[in-house]
């Protein structure tokens, strides 16, 4: 089976559905690769379930994401949209693309979150991660493989994150990703039922939430993660360099 894994990838990341990476961690996405870093998305669902959309126009807007994201894969692991369990079958596929891809940094949704499906799937992930470290644990079709480290974007809660990442050169494009699903943020007063990002003022709300945290690090734009391990420091003083601001 070793045979036919694909190159090693630097990120891994897990959606609930087509556009939650985007709409969450798009910028992280985008820095990865400007920086040189192979990334991958897994979608978990299709949206088959979604009030607006298809499961056909969802992917083929995925696919597009893709482009500008210069992702080298994107797969679809076809759970129910918003029936998605916590269960073996779950894990066991996101063990097994986490083997097969053996990425350095797995990236998902956070455990904290209203909607259900974004919560099971954030611990689907969880033992996965860990699942795909053990030589006969799930997923293993393909050999054992042990990231660096599991980070969660924040969804529809947001608890303290551990750390921002600098989205503000990317930001622009990272507005094209989420553009890339029109089919969910079209603001179309003759079209499908409404829903919270549909609403006109949706792209508002998000520049305004991402400027916050931005902010927070004196950066135009930024995204928040959660890490649920210490980070290590080899440099403090560069860590908190100011970057023509107070450091709060």
């Known amino acids: 089976m070793s045979d036919a894994l694909p190159e090693p990838v630097d990120v891994l990341a897990f959606g609930p559905h087509p556009d939650d990476v985007e709409l969450c961690a798009g910028g992280l996405m985008l820095r990865m690769r400007d920086m040189g870093y192979r990334t991958v998305v897994i979608d978990m669902t299709r949206g088959e379930a979604g009030t607006r959309g298809t499961p056909e126009t969802r992917a083929q807007e995925a696919a597009a994401a893709a482009k500008i994201m210069g992702l080298v894969g994107r797969e679809n692991l076809d759970l129910p949209d918003a029936r998605v ?6 894990v066991d596929l996101a063990a097994a693309a986490i083997r097969r891809w053996r990425p350095k940094l797995v990236v998902g949704p956070c455990r904290e979150d209203l909607h259900p499906d974004h919560i099971a799937c954030a611990e689907i992930v969880r033992r996965a ?14 050999p054992a493989h042990r990231p660096d480290a599991l980070i969660s974007y924040l969804g529809h809660l947001e608890p303290t994150p551990s750390f921002v990442v600098d989205v503000s050169d990317v930001w622009e494009e990272r507005m094209d990703l989420v553009r890339c699903f029109m089919s969910q943020v079209s603001v179309d007063a003759d079209g499908p039922p409404k829903t919270n990002i549909s609403s006109p003022d949706f792209m508002r709300r998000m520049a305004t939430r991402f400027a916050y945290w931005g902010s927070r690090i004196g950066a135009a734009y930024g995204e928040p993660f959660l890490v649920e391990r210490m980070l290590p420091v080899d440099d403090p003083v560069k860590l908190f360099e100011k970057r023509g601001f107070a450091v709060l």
Do not use: K
């Open 129 to 142: 991660y860990y699942g795909a470290t053990i030589e006969r644990g799930p997923g293993n079709a393909y």
């Open 85 to 90: 369990h916590v269960d073996a079958t779950g």
